[in-house]
């Protein structure tokens, strides 16, 4: 045996000698002494040397809090177990003194295992013919709950906390090591952020939030020592019932305790005995759906940024793994949600559509040069309860079938398992990026009459002419000779099918997932494959699904000229200790951005959008655009595109400035069939415009930088 197993179990080997481990098992056991009677000093002391050397801690779990932008506002918060770490110097006098008193008041003088305390609870259960006093002192107690918390499989949390001779000589073994190792300060410290006290409070920061809704330094005598009684059976004693005499007495236990430690005086002692119990209990959100009804609107985000941290492996090999990272990790995450931009996205969007509509509308800004996502507006109500939902939009269903208004948590912006919806000709962009690309210059012109029969196959519909897709555009004065400027200012239809057999669909296709573009339906996938992509010739038009937050970033790589970053929803992410959180080189929260397409390409093709909004290209002529409402209203440089789909299914719009980018779209996400009518056509048009308005009115007014002569003309 090494001279270290000696100095170890030297100290449990007496009390075996002494004949004090009968009594400390029967302190801690229900089953009768004579059960136990085997085992002797040698038993006793072959078991010992069969038991862990050192006490294996893993970090407990910890509270992750989220807050926005701001770094103030508390968004909501994520934990299997509420607990935040506190440092002992951090904690009220009272509370420390309280803990000892209750569960341990000869803590300063054993050395992890109290032979006195052993014998005085084998003597009393004796008595008592059973168990009425436990000998456990608060390290062997610390060492339990570590175990626990350590337990990587169910049975070895039952190891850690059954009630076997075995259970009590590892924590004896294993509380002399660690009062070797830890000093008492250290020792109080983690058993008081370990401890459970009711409610899913774990640790004394939890437990000062849930019942009082203050700070562990503040907390007074009398609520010091209702938490340490709560340790010993906080159901027992649980204060928030109505009835309140368990508690009252557990609490008046402990403050004779701290008299009789001389911790108190008898004055304040006979005061906090005439104290009533108050509370000012609070319940700690936890997750989205807890987000404050103050910042409901929130919710959509937090459940986008929730689905974005389970994509991150830096936090786990699986969607599973990290979201129990999430949850136990105790992280602290500034989001990117601007609290001023999405309050102003909020008043424009419930402004055209309320939140009784089937219809949703909703919008998203993006932060171009960063990806970062500032707003998540929907019409729309964050919750579970449909209870009182509308009808399903779809007729066919049953009459007793709920829609998904005003109540929901569908990811109607971005983020979990929803396709998207059909953008229309929001899709031309990524036609004309192709096509700029290719060098061919905005002034490339085709004729483009009313109805135009392409080369691409399809199957036989209204918009074909034989076997021959045949698109028209939506007004006859779009007939006649366009470039990229008037094309996109108009929206013409058979000018970008021309464009688009020009570079090639498969080019478009690409152009769109270097932008961020994701396809999610079974049709999509097929359709954007290698072997199908290069006839797909509707692609331009937008059959295809994507999300309002795809959308508003890939305007966003455009004010950043070219440089596209990823959807980003957080600015910083920290761990316990305060380091910035990292994977690899790279922290996680840094925007991770690329040049997708060259400078002058994104200029070119902003130069185009500029026409849409009645801005007006820098290097040519647009004639007139479908959106010049959006200049009119915003007052300062800015690009973008409209798109609506076949029948007005969907109608969307993007505008963006070199300083933001915004995306929003009105739609039935439970019946793609139900048309949003010609009425509401504009309605995007007008909730971007105002956003962007109010969001920048004090910041200054920058101008796109048009581009070279190499895109311009040929």
Known sequence: MTSRRLTVAGRVALLIRAGLIAGLVLAGLSYPFAALAGMGVKAGSEALENMPEQLTEAPPAQTTYVYAADGKTLL????????????LADMSPYMIKAIVASEDARFYEHNGVDPKGVAR???ANQKAGGVSQGASTLTMQYVRMALRDSAKTPSEALEATEQTATRKLREMRLAVEVEQRLSKDEILERYLNAAYYGHRAYGIFAASQVFFSKAPRDLSLTEAALLAGLVKAPSAYDPATKDRRAALERRNYVIDQMLKMNAITAEQAATAHRTKIKLKLSTPPNDCVSVSPKHNDWGFFCDYFKSWWREQPAFGRTPQEREAELRRGGYRVVTSIDPKIQRYAMRHVLEKEGRRSPFAHGQVVVQPGTGRVLSMAVNRTYSLDQEKNGRH????QDDDVKGNYPNTVNPLLGGGDMAGYQAGSTFKIFTMLAALEAGLPLSTSFYSPQRFVSRYITAPGPATCGIHWCPKNSSESMTGT???WSGFGKSVNTYFVQLEQRVGADKA???????????????????ATKEHASGWGAFTLGVSDATPVEIANVFATLAAEGRYCEP????????????????????IAEPRCHQAVKTNVARAATDA??????????????????SEMVYGVLQRPVAGKSGTTDGNKTA???GYTPQLAASAFVADPDNPEHLVGSGRSTMSKYTVAQTLRDALEDEPELRFTPPSDKLVWW
């Open 393 to 396: 939009s779809d007729r066919r």
């Open 652 to 654: 969307w719009f993007s």
């Open 482 to 484: 366009q470039n990229m």
């Open 509 to 527: 296709v690409r152009m769109a997932e270097r932008l961020g573009l994701r396809w999610r339906t079974a049709v999509d996938k097929r359709l």
């Open 76 to 87: 909501t918060m994520f934990y299997e177990e509420h607990r935040k770490h506190t440092a």
């Open 568 to 587: 980003l929803p957080v600015i910083s992410i920290r761990d316990p200790d305060g380091s910035h959180a990292v994977h690899g080189e790279r922290l």
């Open 609 to 626: 959008a500029r026409c849409v909004t009645g801005y007006g290209a820098a290097r040519g002529g647009c004639g007139w655009g479908t």
């Open 121 to 123: 609870a084998f003597v």
